[in-house]
């Protein structure tokens, strides 16, 4: 069971970045999936999620209007539209699978399964 986050990289304040997850060995479409990210020194801590059938999702505060997730049934994937970008929001983030088929929200007990990071700095 594998997931594989790609799309990190270097960006300005300001600017906007896209991540992917790709996601392959189980059934993709009956999963919930998401991303969370860990900041230097800090708790890893969920950043969104969405359904199986893409109809709820949930973005923490601070990321909510700047920040787009989607996925795609077809391509087993996931991807975290970003803009907006601050420095706050420097981190090494990772996708991961709902225990179902629901967004579990920001409830680390609702997922099982990691992929590894991709790092975003986001520096002038």
């Known amino acids: 069971v594998q997931l594989q986050a790609s799309g990190g990289g270097s960006v300005r304040p300001g600017g906007s970045r896209r991540l992917s997850c790709a996601a392959w060995?189980?059934?993709?479409?009956?999963?919930?999936m998401a991303w969370f990210r860990q900041g230097p020194g800090e708790e890893r801590e969920a950043v969104s999620c969405?359904?199986?059938?893409?109809?709820?999702?949930y973005f923490m505060e601070s990321v909510k209007g700047r920040f787009t997730i989607s996925r795609d049934n077809h391509l087993n994937a996931i991807y975290l539209q970003m803009n907006g970008l601050t420095i706050e929001d420097t981190a090494v983030y990772y996708c991961?699978?709902?225990?179902?088929?629901?967004?579990?929200?920001?409830?680390?007990?609702?997922?099982?399964?990691w992929g590894q990071g991709t790092q975003v700095t986001v520096s002038s």
């Open positions: 969405i359904s199986r059938d893409g109809r709820a999702v």
């Open positions: 060995a189980f059934t993709f479409d009956d999963y919930g």
């Open positions: 991961a699978r709902s225990i179902g088929p629901h967004c579990p929200g920001d409830d680390a007990r609702g997922y099982n399964l």
